[in-house]
C-alpha cells in the first residue's frame, strides 16, 4: 500500500507536524513496530502539544488506553470503517482535496464501459476531460488549463465516467448505519470520526518550510498488522490509507509520509519516476522489495513462493507451507531438496506449530543458523551457531527505507559493532554463506549484484575475481559511500556519520513529484485475467476476486457460519516489552512479563467474562471449530472488545531449552491454521483472524 501512495516501504504519519490521527490496528509510537523508541518519542511530544490521537483496535490496553480516545472495533472490519468515513466526506459533508485528487491521482482518468482507461488511439495514454476545450485529451497534454476531477462525459458514442466518480459512487453504500452493524461502531461515532478528520486536515491550507510554500494537512491514518492481517489484506490496507488520499494528507507536512522515497544527498540518490500511466513506479533504494506496480508477468509457478501467480504481491513466503505440503496442486518441476534457514523460527511465528512442521518435515535436509536452540533448530540436521547481534559487525543496519525516520531530518548512517567477541564457532549468518558461494563458484554474481543494489563505485566495487573477508566487504562498502578516509576504521572509531540534513523535497516530496497515485486500480483487471488464463490451463485452484479496480471490505473466513459457541474472535496483539520471538527467553524481560498481568495471560471482556462464569485469574482454554486450542489465565479487562480475546506477543514456548520462556504464556499462531484459501491472494498476507469457544477449566 505504501508502495503505491508513497513509493517506499513504510510508512508514518508526520508526528512533528500532525494534530489529528487515527491509529488503526497498529500500536505506532507504543514501543513496537520499527523505530519503536523514536516514534515513542515523537508520539509524546504531539500529544503533549495537543495532538488528539484515536485508537481503532479491537485491544485497548497499551496504546488505546493512553489515547484521547479508543474505539473497540469488530477484528477484520477496518475496511468497511474506512470506506464508510470517505464516504461521510465524500458524499455527506463534501470534504476532500479536489486540488490534490486532480493533479496528483488518477482520479481524472476516464473509465470506458469494461473498467479499463479510455485511451488516446496514438498515444495510448489515459484520456482526461479537458474542461475548458470541452473535449477529451491524454493526461499530461492539457497545456494547464482545468482538468474535470468529476463527472461523465460523452465521447464517441461512449459515455466515460471519470475514475473519482466511480469511487465516489462506489463509497455510497457504507453508510454509518449499515457499517455500524459490521464494526460494531456507533453510526454517529462513525460520523464524528469523519467529520473531525476532514476538518482537521484543513484542505486548502498552506506552510512555509525553508522558502517553500507546501500544502499543510495536519490528519492522518496511520494502520499496521492488526487490520490487514486477514484474508482482504491489500483491499483493506488501501481503504485506510485513502482516507489520506481523500484529503491530500500524502507526503506533506502534518499527513501521513513514505519513509524516505527521495533521496538528493549523497551517497544515495532516487526518486520515483511516472509510469507511460502517469502512476507512481519506486526507483533505486527504494525498490529494494518487489513493488505491486507494475503487476510483474503471470506464467506457470517456477518457485514454491509462487509469486508467478501473485503479480502485485511483494513477497509470497506463506505461499511456502502450501506448496511444501500439496506440491501436486500448483505443478511444480521439482521438490526442494535442502532449506536454510537464518535467523527465524517459522516454527513458532507463522501458523499452527503442528502444520508447519509437517511442512518442514518435507525437507531431505535442513541447515539452520541459531543462537539458541529453538523450535525451528530442533528440526535442522545441520545446526551453526549464529553470532549474537551484540557479537556482530554490520555495515549501515538502519536501511533508510525502514529505520530511518521519515520527514524532516538528518540522513545519518551508522554501523553495528561487537561489544564482545563471538563465542566458541559462532560466525556472523550472512559471512557464511558468502563462504558457500565462494566454494560453490558463484560469489562473483553476488558482488555484481551488490554493487547495483549498493551503488558501489570503482575503486572500490567489488570484483568478481576477487574474494573479501566480512571486514573487508564492509571497508569497500563504506569508502565508496564517504570517500577512501571513511573507511570501516573510522566508523570503528566514530560509530556513525550524518550526511547531510534533508532537503524540504526529501522530506515532504509530494508537491515535487509528477507521478500520479492509484485511487482506481485499473491494473488489476488485466492482472487477474491473466491469472485465471493461467491457472485454467494449468487446472489450479486460485482466487481472483479481489482483482478489482475499486476497494471493498470484504468478510474474512472468521465470518463463515459457525457452529453455537464460537462467538469469539481470537486476536493477537504485541506488547511494548518484547520483539517478536526474540526476547521471550530474556531474563529481565520474563520476569517483567511475570509481573504483568496480560503479558502470559488471555484478554476477555469483563462482562463478557462475568456473563460466562469466569473471574479474574481462573484457567481457561479457548478452541477453534477444527479443534486447535490453547490454554491461560483469564484476565478481566474493560479494554478489550466484548468479542474479543486477546493474546499477546509470541509466548508459550515449546523448546525445552529455553527454560525462562518454556511452556509460559500462550501460544497465539496454535489457533490458526493454515491453506490456502487463508492467504490474500493480492498481498500474500495470512489470515490471522480465527473463531473460539472459551470454556472455564
Known amino acids: 500500500m505504501t508502495y503505491l501512495t508513497h513509493g517506499t516501504w513504510f510508512g508514518e504519519p508526520d508526528l512533528r507536524r500532525c494534530r489529528y490521527l487515527i491509529l488503526m490496528g497498529t500500536q505506532n509510537g507504543s514501543v513496537v513496530n520499527h523505530l519503536p523508541m523514536d516514534l515513542a518519542s515523537k508520539m509524546a511530544d504531539a500529544q503533549m502539544r495537543g495532538m488528539k490521537l484515536v485508537v481503532v ?41 479536489r486540488e490534490f485528487l486532480r493533479k496528483f491521482t488518477n482520479g481524472p482518468y476516464l473509465i470506458r464501459r469494461d473498467g479499463h482507461y479510455l485511451r488516446d488511439p496514438q498515444s495510448k495514454k489515459p484520456l482526461v476531460w479537458d474542461a475548458s476545450t470541452g473535449r477529451a485529451t491524454p493526461f499530461g497534454d492539457s497545456n494547464g488549463g482545468p482538468i474535470a476531477l468529476e463527472g461523465r462525459f460523452g465521447i464517441n458514442g461512449e459515455t466515460a465516467p471519470t475514475a473519482f466518480t466511480l469511487f465516489k459512487e462506489h463509497v455510497q453504500p457504507y453508510t454509518p448505519e449499515r457499517v455500524s452493524s459490521i464494526t460494531t461502531i456507533p453510526a454517529e461515532t462513525i460520523r464524528r470520526l469523519a467529520r473531525e478528520f476532514g476538518a482537521a486536515a484543513q484542505i486548502g491550507s498552506t506552510i512555509m518550510i525553508e522558502g517553500h510554500e507546501l500544502p499543510f494537512r495536519p490528519a492522518a491514518v496511520n494502520w499496521y498488522r492488526g487490520a490487514i492481517a486477514h484474508k482482504h489484506a491489500m483491499l483493506t490496507g488501501l481503504a485506510i ?22 533521496s538528493e544527498t549523497p551517497p544515495l540518490h532516487w526518486s520515483p519516476v511516472s509510469s507511460a500511466d502517469g502512476l507512481l513506479i519506486p526507483q533505486g533504494y527504494a525498490r529494494r522489495r518487489k513493488p505491486p506496480y507494475p503487476a510483474t508477468k503471470v506464467k506457470p509457478p517456477e518457485t514454491f513462493d509462487l509469486l508467478d501467480l501473485a503479480p502485485v504481491a511483494p513477497y509470497g513466503t506463506t505461499f511456502f507451507t502450501e506448496t511444501l505440503l500439496h506440491p501436486e496442486r500448483f505443478k511444480l518441476a521439482y521438490s526442494p531438496e535442502m532449506l536454510i534457514v537464518s535467523r527465524c523460527n517459522p516454527l513458532m511465528t507463522c501458523a499452527n506449530p503442528e ?62 559493532q561487537p561489544a564482545l567477541p563471538p563465542r566458541g564457532q559462532a560466525r556472523q549468518w550472512v559471512e557464511v554463506l558468502f563462504e558457500l558461494a565462494d ?76 507521478p500520479r497515485l492509484p485511487i ?44 453455537p459457541g464460537y462467538d469469539l474472535f481470537a486476536v493477537n496483539y504485541k506488547l511494548p516489552f518484547h520483539s517478536l520471538s526474540y526476547t521471550a527467553h530474556n531474563g529481565l524481560l520474563a520476569q517483567l512479563s511475570e509481573k504483568s498481568p496480560s503479558a502470559y495471560s488471555i484478554l476477555l471482556n469483563a462482562d463478557t467474562g462475568r456473563r460466562r462464569g469466569i473471574r479474574e485469574g481462573d484457567r481457561i482454554r479457548l478452541e477453534t471449530e477444527s479443534g486447535l486450542a490453547v490454554e491461560g489465565c483469564a484476565y478481566l479487562t474493560e479494554c478489550v472488545h466484548s468479542e474479543v480475546a486477546g493474546i499477546a506477543g509470541c509466548f508459550g514456548r515449546k523448546s525445552p531449552e529455553l527454560a525462562l520462556s518454556y511452556q509460559q504464556g500462550v501460544h497465539f499462531n496454535t489457533l490458526l491454521p493454515h491453506s490456502l484459501d487463508r492467504i490474500d491472494a493480492l498481498s500474500a498476507a495470512l489470515d490471522a483472524c480465527v473463531r473460539v469457544k472459551v470454556s472455564r477449566l
Open 520 to 563: 482506481y486500480l485499473e491494473y488489476f483487471l488485466d492482472a487477474g485475467e491473466e491469472i485465471r488464463k493461467v491457472t485454467r490451463t494449468l487446472g489450479i485452484e486460485w482466487d481472483t476476486d479481489d482483482y478489482q479496480p475499486l476497494v471493498d471490505w470484504k468478510p474474512c473466513p472468521a465470518y463463515g457460519s459457525s457452529r
Open 439 to 514: 566454494r560453490l563458484g558463484f560469489v562473483g554474481d553476488i558482488y555484481a549484484l551488490l554493487n547495483g543494489i549498493l551503488d558501489l563505485k570503482e575503486p572500490f566495487a567489488y570484483k568478481s575475481t576477487e574474494k573479501y573477508g566480512w571486514e573487508e566487504l564492509a571497508d569497500r562498502w563504506a569508502k565508496s559511500w564517504f570517500g577512501p578516509e571513511k573507511g570501516i576504521g573510522w566508523f570503528k572509531e566514530n560509530g556513525f556519520i550524518r550526511s547531510g540534513r534533508k532537503t524540504v523535497k526529501e522530506a515532504y516530496p509530494r508537491a515535487f513529484l509528477a
Open 241 to 262: 490509507q485513502f482516507l489520506n488520499v481523500i484529503v491530500g494528507a500524502i507526503d506533506v507536512p502534518g499527513g501521513h509520509l513514505g519513509s524516505n522515497p527521495v
Open 57 to 97: 483496535d479491537p485491544v485497548g490496553v497499551n496504546t488505546g488506553s493512553k489515547a484521547d480516545e479508543w474505539v473497540p472495533i469488530r477484528p477484520g472490519t477496518d475496511a468497511a470503517l474506512s470506506l464508510s468515513m470517505i464516504h461521510v466526506l465524500l458524499n455527506e459533508e463534501g470534504i476532500y482535496d
Open 355 to 416: 502444520v508447519m512442521a509437517e511442512a518442514l518435515k518435507k525437507f531431505p535436509f535442513v541447515v539452520a543458523f541459531a543462537c539458541e536452540m529453538n523450535e525451528t533448530a530442533r528440526f535442522a540436521d545441520l545446526l551453526l551457531p549464529d553470532a549474537h547481534y551484540l557479537e556482530r559487525l554490520d555495515a549501515f543496519p538502519n536501511e533508510p527505507t525502514e529505520f530511518m525516520g521519515a520527514g524532516e531530518g538528518e540522513w545519518h548512517w551508522m554501523i553495528r
